[in-house]
């Protein structure tokens, strides 16, 4: 069934109470007796987000039976993860808007934001250390590592105006869908999964965070700025060659191709007008909507396996409010 894509709480009902335990645990958690420390991770914790990450640890815990609450430490080791790789983030990319308010590194400066994602990457280590568990902790370790790489190999493609599908889409796996993974991964983990259950939420989480993240990129030329909470056209004045970029130079016509490949290549912003009517005008949008739809898919059909319940209702959802969204 559809779901209202701006309702996103009626979505988590089933697991209300749990991300409610969640938030108690990232509050208590992001105390230092540093000030500064306090101030920045509470600014951008507090600006919300969709939270799906969490949810996923939760939703996944649940539909393998786990009825303790560790999985509460470990969505919240997720949500402090997601949070350093946003922090760290907009300060290489020199952002100044995210979920329609001044960035941190805007409020801060991008020192305070670089050393407070490292206290927040150390204190999510704290936390899982906690649990107990070492597989727990290898998921957890491998994920960051290569979430990582995935920074480095999008730095390395900024400016490249011929990347493949398949290069970006790698990109995408690593520094966004790695996360979604994990996250999914950790519930069965906690649920005491078969292998082919584990691996089955996993493959949803990379699948649904793939997605995600193609989405993202369409709404960067179709989403209204005021719903998504960034200025539109920042990925193009950084280079960054997603998806309907590739496709308007590898389909659209030569003055589209060039139009497109020169404003990637100078990182530049200056004729986003155009460029937005060469992606819009060359199908560009609605060919990055269909590969992420068929992510969707991919990842609804790995929930096969198993039993029927609310939370894996929810996280068939889930995967389509990842591709319903405006925002």
């Known amino acids: 069934m559809p779901l209202d894509p701006v309702n996103i709480a009626s979505l988590y009902a089933p697991i209300a109470a749990d991300m409610n335990a969640v938030d108690e645990v990232v509050r208590a958690r992001l105390h230092s007796d540093v000030v500064l420390v306090r101030q920045v991770a509470e600014y951008i914790i507090s600006a919300g987000g969709k939270r799906m990450r969490p949810a996923l ?44 308010r001044d960035t941190a590194n805007a409020v801060f400066g991008n020192p305070a934001s670089v050393l407070v994602g490292d206290f927040l990457y150390s204190r999510a280590f704290q936390i899982m250390v906690g649990v107990g568990s070492m597989r727990v902790m290898q998921v957890l ?46 519930g069965a983990i906690l649920g005491g999964a078969t292998p082919a259950v584990e691996e089955a939420l996993a493959s949803y989480g990379t699948h ?76 560009a949008l609605e060919a990055a909507r269909r590969h992420g739809e068929a992510e969707a898919a991919v990842a609804k059909a790995a929930l096969a396996v198993l039993p029927d319940s609310k939370f894996r209702e929810t996280l068939l959802q889930l995967a389509d409010f990842a591709v319903q969204r405006s925002f």
């Open 57 to 100: 640890v939760l939703l996944s815990a649940g539909a393998c039976g786990y009825s303790g609450v560790k999985h509460h430490e470990l969505a919240a080791v997720v949500e402090f993860i997601h949070t350093a790789t946003l922090l760290h983030d907009d300060v290489v990319d020199e952002s100044s808007l995210r979920r329609g």
């Open 141 to 186: 370790a491998d994920a960051t590592n290569i979430i990582a790489e995935g920074e480095v190999l999008q730095l390395m493609n900024c400016r490249n105006a011929d990347i493949e599908v398949d290069a970006y889409l790698r990109v995408i796996r690593y520094k966004t869908a790695k996360l979604f993974e994990a996250a999914g991964r950790l």
């Open 208 to 283: 649904i965070g793939t997605a995600f993240q193609l989405i993202d990129d369409v709404l960067d030329y179709s989403g209204q700025e005021a719903e998504t909470g960034k200025h539109l056209g920042d990925d193009l004045a950084e280079g960054k060659p997603t998806l309907p970029l590739i496709h308007v130079i590898q389909n659209g016509t030569t003055e589209q191709a060039g139009l497109v490949r020169d404003a990637i290549e100078q990182a530049s912003g200056e004729r986003f007008a155009d460029v937005l009517e060469a992606v819009r005008s060359s199908g």
